[in-house]
């Protein structure tokens, strides 16, 4: 390419927002950034490259970081999948820049209000986000599937416990699930700091509790109020009922424990983000980017979009031909239309080379 070009870099991951789960994340935009800097003639003079924007995807939703330098870190990745939350990002990161420190900051939208302070560049916004985590409330029935499991789960630790309702299985009960969700929260925090081993311990002994304690009753009401007592099918109806006794609870409390652990962390502790978040399922607030460049000045257009059809809404357009040769017709349009608006325009303009 020619000396001095400016370059827009994609990388397959915002790695600056990864820095406190995902270092090597941005060890490998840094490693194309180094390249990029790095560039020689063949006289082995410097090509005099520069980065003034990097874009990526991958987390789902928008946001903007600027270096005092001027260099845009955006991230655009609302195409369609779940919704990644905005709140928990931090207003100023550090990274390492090649052999230095680049600090950024996360960027400002100006408030069409007069006299209301400016808003964080992401979207959707923080208060939006810290209000639909909230949704986790309802975790075991948004998320049934999950709850059948859970169920399960606490069909067979209340046959363990019915069957020896003793310290030791109660001990391995609880062992069981620190095992299970402490190992879950590791291996998604990709940590094992303070934060994630206190909540995911606090979450296993809630569950451990909820199961122990309703197996142990349920025990003691099953062997009080036996059902047809002394026939060849009694020890069946036993096993049936406590299943559907145990199932209900790990449907009910197991599950919303699950979802109590995901809102709590995500809200408060900036842990759990996809989960909780997927847990969800909303399809809403997608966002896409449009680039102008008119020699060296690049206007980016961040477009966001509330509301999304569902797969329902769509209709074929009476307006494409049936060869489908027309690029500005699409083949198919949502029936209500489609109401985009406009996050924020940045323009980044550099030094002519």
């Given amino acids: 390419m020619p000396d001095k070009s400016k370059i827009i870099m994609c990388s397959a991951e915002p790695g600056w927002l990864y820095t406190d789960t995902n270092s090597k994340s941005w060890s490998i935009t840094d490693f194309a950034v180094g390249l990029a800097l790095g560039a020689r003639k063949s006289d082995g003079t410097s090509k005099g490259h520069t980065v003034p924007i990097l874009l990526s995807g991958d987390t789902h939703h928008y946001s903007r970081y600027q ?85 399960a789960i606490y069909g067979l630790c209340g046959l363990a416990i019915s069957l020896r309702d003793e310290w030791d299985v109660r001990i391995i009960v609880t062992a069981v699930f620190a095992w299970a969700l402490m190992g879950y929260a590791i291996n998604q925090e990709k940590s094992s700091g303070p934060g994630v081993l206190i909540s995911s311990a606090i979450h296993s002994l809630a569950q451990a509790t909820a199961v ?29 009922r406590l299943a559907v006794e145990m199932g209900v609870v790990g449907f009910l409390v197991g599950s919303t424990l699950f979802g109590l652990n995901l809102l709590i962390t995500c809200r408060w502790m900036r842990m759990n983000r996809n989960d909780a978040f997927s847990a969800l399922r909303l399809g809403r607030y997608n966002n896409f980017l449009r680039l102008r460049i008119e020699g060296d000045t690049v206007d980016i257009f961040a477009v966001g979009l509330d509301d999304v059809p569902h797969r329902d809404d769509w209709i074929a357009n009476p307006e494409c031909p049936q060869a489908r040769n027309d690029p500005y017709q699409p083949v198919f349009i949502a029936k209500n239309g489609l109401k985009p608006h406009l996050i924020e325009t940045i323009r980044v303009q550099s030094s002519p080379a």
Avoid at 216 to 225: C, G, K, S
């Fill in 67 to 151: 270096a005092t330098d001027g260099t845009q870190f955006i991230t655009s990745g609302g195409g369609g999948a779940f919704l990644h939350p905005t709140h928990h990002l931090e207003k100023n990161v550090s990274l390492d820049w090649q052999t230095t420190k680049k600090n950024l900051q996360l960027g400002a939208i100006p408030s069409v209000k007069k006299d209301t302070p400016e808003e964080p560049a992401c979207y959707p916004s923080k208060r939006i986000c810290q209000r639909l985590v909230w949704r986790n409330v309802f975790f075991a029935f948004k998320n049934w599937d999950f709850s059948l499991l859970m169920g």
């Fill in 212 to 240: 122990i304690t309703s197996g142990h009753l349920f025990r003691l009401w099953n062997e009080a109020t036996p059902l047809f007592p002394g026939q060849w099918f009694d020890v069946w109806l036993w096993l049936i």
